[in-house]
Nanobody, 117 residues
Framework: QLQASGGGLVQAGGSLRLSCVAS????????MGWFRQAPGKEREFIAR????????YNADSVKGRFTISRDSAKNTVYLQMNRLKPEDTAVYYC????????????WGQGTLVTVSS
């Protein structure tokens, strides 16, 4: 139901934009988010965005380099990643939850981002 894409190999300092398409209009009212998981590490919250566009970030890890946005008409959420660092290397997952919930019930398959130094 969530299809993520846009990952790949990029040099440090470069940019990538991840996309996540939701298959159902139901998700238009959901909170959409991005997490990532690096090898040997726990899954880490990156950012989330509400249906109205309010965004929240994990400031410690992204520090203004990443921007989350959504296009409700396309049922798509994006993660623009700038000034990438090798430590950003991870599998990135999009996720969704109903606005009244705190649990992310829906997960995409993940897209691999590799940042070379």
């Amino acid at each position: 139901q969530l299809q993520a894409s846009g990952g790949g190999l990029v040099q440090a300092g470069g940019s990538l934009r991840l996309s996540c398409v939701a298959s159902e209009r139901t998700f238009s009212s959901y909170v959409m988010g991005w997490f990532r998981q690096a090898p040997g590490k726990e899954r880490e919250f990156i950012a989330r965005i509400t249906w109205s566009g309010g965004a929240t970030y994990n400031a410690d890890s992204v520090k203004g380099r990443f921007t989350i946005s959504r296009d409700s008409a396309k049922n798509t959420v994006y993660l623009q990643m700038n000034r990438l660092k090798p430590e950003d290397t991870a599998v990135y997952y999009c996720t969704a939850r109903p606005p009244s919930s705190t649990v992310y019930d829906y997960w995409g398959q993940g897209t691999l981002v590799t940042v070379s130094s």
